[in-house]
């Protein structure tokens, strides 16, 4: 990593190019090409996985980093809620940066960070993005369930979570490697091993091969039920949240109005 400035509140190092705050683990000179490219939309994309109002996903080649993959976290960067809360935080872009970093620091495999940039007006995290180099190899299908799931609890044992532990979210190598993608690192403080477990639960749903391996990811009968209560717990929330933004949505549409900050 380089370093043009030190940001002590937030333990990084990090150069400032063309309004943007940069962390890297390339040179300073590709990193400046690579953000002047990405926010002049300059970068001729491979192929674009997603580019809708929530963000875009595409991926790019460089001549000398290989294939990568950029993502910008639109919604995220527009919420007003989270622009405040970057006053005390990085934004979303950064804590993706450091989520891949430390994920691979932890002994796991994933994608590799190659930079993220945020910019701030006001100390509000305003724009940003992060780029990845793609990861090589097929993704994953509930056949690898041999595979995925005794990295998953090693995950879990470490007392860390992946969010989203669907099995379309690996990656299987050339080598037989497994690799986590579009995974948001957290270690729980309250409940962390009941969290594991319900995380382990979600994955039983997409692939229910895997419950020969539930004995290991529960100590006891008492943590499998509450984790099967966090379970419930977690589905009414996602319900009761996909309701009130389907209310706003009509609301909107009647008013002729925009849901500001989305």
Not at 48 to 71: C, I, M, N, Q, W
Request: net charge positive; with cysteine.
């Amino acid at each position: 990593m380089f370093a043009r400035k030190s940001d002590h509140k937030n333990g990084s190092n990090y150069l400032e190019r063309g309004g943007y705050r940069v962390i890297a683990e390339c040179g300073p000179d590709e990193a400046e090409a690579l953000v002047a490219g990405i926010a002049a939309g300059g970068v001729g994309f491979d192929k674009v996985y997603k580019d809708e109002r929530k963000g875009l996903v595409a991926t790019f080649s460089h001549p000398t980093l290989g294939k990568l993959v950029v993502k910008i976290p639109r919604a995220r960067n527009r919420r007003q809620w989270e622009r405040f809360l970057t006053l005390f935080r990085d934004g979303e872009s950064f804590r993706r940066f450091k989520d891949l970093k430390h994920f691979r620091e932890l002994g796991f495999n994933g994608p590799e960070p190659i930079l993220a940039a945020e910019k701030r007006v006001s100390g509000r995290v305003t724009d940003g993005f992060y780029v990845y180099r793609f990861v090589r190899g097929r993704l994953a299908d509930n056949r690898d369930y041999k595979l995925i799931v005794p990295e998953l609890l090693r995950l879990h044992r470490r007392g860390y979570i992946r969010r989203d532990p669907r099995v379309a979210n690996y990656v299987i190598g050339a080598d037989g490697k497994v690799f986590f993608i579009d995974f948001k690192l957290k270690k729980p403080r309250l409940m962390n091993r009941v969290r594991c477990v319900t995380e382990f639960r979600r994955f039983l749903q997409g692939c229910p091969e895997g419950a020969a391996y539930s004995d290991q990811a529960a100590d006891s009968k008492a943590i499998y039920f509450l984790a099967g209560l966090n379970s419930l717990y977690l589905t009414w929330k996602r319900i009761i949240r996909r309701s009130l933004v389907r209310k706003l949505a009509r609301r909107v549409v009647r008013t002729g109005g925009s849901a500001k900050g989305d």
